[in-house]
């Protein structure tokens, strides 16, 4: 019986309902284990001018070692892309909590009282903590980046194609950052080996980042660290290059003493210093006719990217290959600019800059429909990517839209929803209440599955069979929750025909696995699936042809032949031969093999075939496919207080064939109300200082159970057009997250119904607040319209916004 | 000065020297090595930590050992009877009720002092009961649907 397409329990499950199932933490206590803290800057902008203490904190009893950047062995800085962040800081000061000082002692009591000698002394200057204060100050990383359709590269053609639309709108956008909040906080744990190696066992997304990372920071080679991972709990992108200053940290204080060393942050800490997803403010102009079909749009992005890069040139580069989302956009030109704040680097999470790029044109979609007075359903059908028509499947960046089903999603999704009943209800609902408002949306979500930086696009794995017929697999694949290293079991056990119970996942270690991509970009079951795939094929064409000549009978006619070689049902055996006597149970066979000298273990590599992406064009194949969906959501606002009630959500998902349903399901409805989080009540809150507030589950709030909608439908649909990846199967762990606009969505459609017709902006979270503060200003007469906000680095359509507010109803 | 305090933890009787403040979680993780049970937020408001004290579910990281003295702790590791797992257990595998796991330890000992107290406890009184209890992986769903099936529904 083939395993892919069961839905079969999590491999961790009975491990995590007995508590057995072991984070960093609980690994057990090392003999001499040091407890590591750090002492983090006080300011968020300035000069660090003195050290004090540092004698003080050394001569505490029970203290190992107090370090600073002199004590690193290798340059002081690091980063995925641009390698602008320090270590430790030597002088420059950058956002409140970065580490300056760390302490190993032998206990956390004598670790705490070293920590409380040390003072900072600095010199404070005025931090930039907002994306307006960073363009004032023309405070940016990296280059300003374009991505133009063809043709709008030119600026007179572009303006032209907007002249020529009948209607027009422009705006500016804005959508909030988002707390990991991974229920285990960046954890590491170093163990100094011999001949002056490490070996850091660490709560990563990223073992062999964390190796080369730490390798540079001690001056060692690659050869002398070995970073692993057992498991996550949880990671969602925080844990993709974030992990890795806990990681130096451990490691620096091992290599130092000679002794163990771990750090385990707590939630206050771990909030307080640890990257977000990114603050976005988006400037948008959209020209469209009658029928609300989209002619040209222009969306300039700035993003907030805290102190320093990180990976927030690459999270901006996903934002914009999907400003246009689901929409098949004639001329479109998308620009970006990150800026540097003093904040914690933001950083990658689930969705890695889709969400603000599909948010963005969302928002758009809305206010196109508003001006038309039309249902923005009407004007997302309208503007679908179309699969096989010409001049409706091509992306502003080149790529071509194909084999999709995002027609048939919204049919199947709008009849099974009930869409135009609901919106007749709500609509004669919203005319009878004066204290509530009902709102009700449809939108897509298409994502593109591959990391746009093509040279990550490969994994390999290794995979050992044993004389009994067991297996183990190792992959440069970590596991967060998202069932990875279970839908690995399930794809294994099928390309030997086993049960499941007969392979096992053995921790991600850089020792097996070299040279490998974070587990992200929603591939790791694409990449490590095929390259498992793939060293499962070495094995069995050796078994092959060593069964071929073992299983060869000449009185019977049967030549050596392995092509008749079958390997199935738990057993191996030459299909031509009826006689089940002829038929080798699997691990009686491996054991024979073995006494022969066959080879039972391959290494398997993989490398997304057809990826390709000029970063400087902004043209080119990003992607190898794209994961789609949409959903349906309504909700209930009061419009007295603001408060908002989810009532209904109907979920449609073409995730290809799925290697584990219950896993996929699990995935969609977890990611969809992840952004469910994003869009309503989650909201990080800085001082003026640069201080995080919202700290912990008292101050930022996460879903909790009593935030499911009171109805909730989840589907699959499927697509026989989808003829690539591991098994058939999609990428499904961050598409979801997207699906949770649609709850954003109808929260502005309920907004609009009180606002009948006048144009506003909804910021991103729809906060209780938020809501409450644009009903009210709603509800007093309005002054007519001013000037809209110029588009940032791009001539102001003036012309065109007088246009869109001379039209308004 | 560390005092001595005397709990019973999982039928076991313990006895600990060590500071009166210091919470049950760390007293529980680190001096009797029970690490099933999760440090989540430090303030209470996660129920990563939760244990289930006197058939009380108790939040533990909030929980001084000097509170605990002379009473009854269960923890994660006391559920299961040999290889058998409690049904609230074994309702987690069967709903799929996990994800990155590390909250599943208190929501399973939270529901399990909700499904003493009432045996078959309705949708409502689940969601209530469950409210405190958070999964960043969002789970609910089937935590829900999980802690529907212990209590027969």
């Known amino acids: 019986m083939p395993e892919v397409g069961n839905a079969i329990p999590h491999e961790s499950a009975a491990g995590h309902v007995t508590g057995t199932a072991a984070y960093l933490d609980d690994l057990p206590r090392r003999e001499r284990e040091l407890c590591v803290v750090f002492v983090g800057s006080p300011v968020a902008a300035g000069r660090l001018k ?196 806990t990681a130096v940290m451990v490691s620096m204080v091992a290599t130092t003493t000679g002794r163990p060393a771990r750090l385990v942050l707590s939630r206050a800490v771990d909030m307080a210093i640890t990257g977000k997803r990114h603050q976005y403010q988006c400037d948008y102009r959209i020209g469209f006719d009658a029928a609300g079909r989209i002619l040209a749009a222009e969306f300039a992005f700035h993003s907030n990217g805290g102190a320093f890069a990180d990976l927030s040139t690459a999270v901006l580069e996903r934002t914009m290959l999907h400003a246009d989302n689901a929409y098949s956009i004639p001329v479109m030109r998308v620009t970006g600019q990150v800026c540097r704040t003093n904040l914690p680097p933001n950083t990658a999470f689930r969705g890695f800059g889709g969400p603000q790029g599909i948010a963005a044109i969302e928002n758009g979609i809305e206010q196109v429909a508003a001006q038309l007075g039309i249902d923005p359903l009407t004007v997302r059908k309208a503007n679908l990517y179309q699969d096989g028509v010409a001049g409706r499947q091509q992306t502003h960046y080149g790529q071509i839209v194909r084999d999709h089903v995002l027609d048939e999603i919204f049919e199947q999704l709008a009849e099974s929803s009930q869409y135009e009943r609901r919106r007749g209800d709500i609509e004669k609902f919203n005319a009878s209440s004066a204290t509530q408002a009902k709102g009700i949306a449809l939108s897509p979500v298409k994502f593109g599955i591959s990391f746009t930086t093509k040279f990550l696009n490969q994994a390999n794995a290794l995979v050992n069979v044993y004389t009994d017929g067991t297996v183990q697999v190792s992959t440069g694949g970590t596991e967060m929750g998202q069932g990875l290293n279970t839908k690995l079991k399930q794809i294994v056990a099928d390309e030997f025909g086993l049960s499941v119970d007969r392979v096992r996942l053995m921790t991600t270690s850089t020792e097996k696995n070299n040279n490998t991509s974070p587990t992200a970009a929603s591939a790791g079951a694409d990449l490590n699936g095929a390259a498992a795939v793939n060293a499962c094929k070495k094995i069995k064409r050796r078994i092959r042809e060593y069964a071929a000549t073992l299983l060869a009978n000449v009185e019977k006619g049967f030549v050596a032949s392995p092509e008749h070689i079958r390997i199935e049902g738990g057993m191996v055996f030459d299909d031509r031969d009826l006689d089940p006597r002829a038929r080798l149970e699997f691990g009686e066979f491996c054991g024979i093999a073995r006494r022969d000298r066959i080879d039972l273990g391959a290494r398997g590599f993989f490398a997304t075939p057809g990826v390709d992406y000029n970063r400087e064009t902004g043209r080119g194949n990003p992607f190898f496919y794209y994961t789609t969906g949409a959903a349906v959501a309504e909700v209930t606002i009061d419009r007295l207080t603001g408060e908002l009630v989810f009532d209904r959500a109907d979920l449609l998902m073409d995730v290809g064939k799925m290697i584990n349903p219950g896993i996929d399901r699990g995935q969609v409805i977890g990611g969809f109300m992840q952004g469910v989080g994003w869009v309503t009540n989650e909201e990080l809150l800085f001082d003026d200082s640069g201080r995080l507030l919202s700290t912990g589950p008292t101050t930022y709030k996460i879903p909790n159970i009593t935030d499911l909608p009171g109805t909730f439908h989840v589907d699959f649909i499927a697509n026989t057009k989808h003829v690539k990846n591991v098994r058939l199967s999609k990428a499904v762990g961050e598409p979801p997250l997207m699906l949770g606009l649609a709850v954003w969505l109808a929260a502005r459609d309920a907004v609009a119904a009180v606002a009948g017709g006048k144009p506003f902006e909804l910021a991103l979270p729809a906060t209780g607040e938020e809501l409450l503060m644009t009903l009210t200003k709603l509800s007093v007469p309005s002054e007519p319209r001013g000037t809209k906000p110029s588009v940032n680095g791009a001539p102001t359509n003036g012309a065109g916004a007088s246009k869109s507010a001379a039209r308004r109803r | 000065m560390p005092d001595r305090f005397s709990l019973e933890v999982n039928g076991q009787a313990h006895s600990v020297e060590t500071d009166a403040q210091r919470p049950l979680l760390d007293v529980l993780r680190e001096e009797l090595s029970l690490t099933g049970t999760k440090y989540g937020c430090g303030e209470g408001a996660c129920g990563a930590c939760t244990v289930i004290v006197d058939g009380e579910a108790t939040r533990s990281c909030i929980t001084s050992i000097a509170e605990v003295d002379g009473r009854r702790v269960e923890t994660i590791e006391g559920l299961a009877s040999g290889v058998e797992l409690h049904r609230v257990q074994q309702a987690f595998i069967d709903q799929s009720a996990m994800q990155c796991g590390y909250c599943v330890p208190g929501q399973i000992m939270n529901a399990v002092a909700l499904l003493r107290t009432e045996p078959q406890a309705t949708g409502e009184q689940i969601v209530e009961a469950m409210d405190g209890n958070l999964c960043r992986c969002c789970n609910y769903r089937n935590l829900r649907a999980a802690v529907e099936q212990a209590a027969g529904r």
């Not at chain 1, 080369?212 to 690659?222: K, P, S, T």
Request: hydrophobic share 40%; aromatic share 6%; with cysteine.
């Open chain 1, 50 to 245: 003195q050290i004090k203490g540092l004698d003080a904190a050394k001569a505490t009893p029970g203290v190992r070692c107090v370090l600073t950047h002199k004590d690193l062995r290798g340059p002081n800085n690091f980063g995925p892309i641009l390698s602008d962040e320090p270590f430790l800081v030597e002088d420059e000061l950058s956002y409140i909590g970065q580490p300056v000082v760390v302490i190993g002692a032998d206990t956390s009591e004598a670790a705490v009282e070293a920590r409380g000698l040390i003072e900072l002394v600095c010199r404070e200057a005025k931090p930039i903590l907002t994306i307006d204060e960073a363009i004032a100050r023309e405070s940016f990383i990296g280059p300003h980046r374009h991505m133009f359709s063809p043709g709008s590269e030119d600026d007179q053609l572009f303006q032209a194609a907007f002249d020529k639309a009948p209607h027009t709108i422009a705006g500016r956008f804005r959508s909030n950052g988002q707390e990991q909040f991974y229920f285990e906080t960046q954890a590491a744990l170093a163990e100094p080996c011999e001949e002056g190696a490490v070996r850091v066992i660490s709560s990563t997304q990223n073992p062999t980042e964390t190796q080369v990372v730490v390798a540079e920071a001690l001056g060692l080679g690659m050869h002398q660290v070995v970073c692993e991972c057992p498991r996550m709990g949880g990671g969602f992108g925080g844990k993709e290059t974030q992990s890795a200053l």
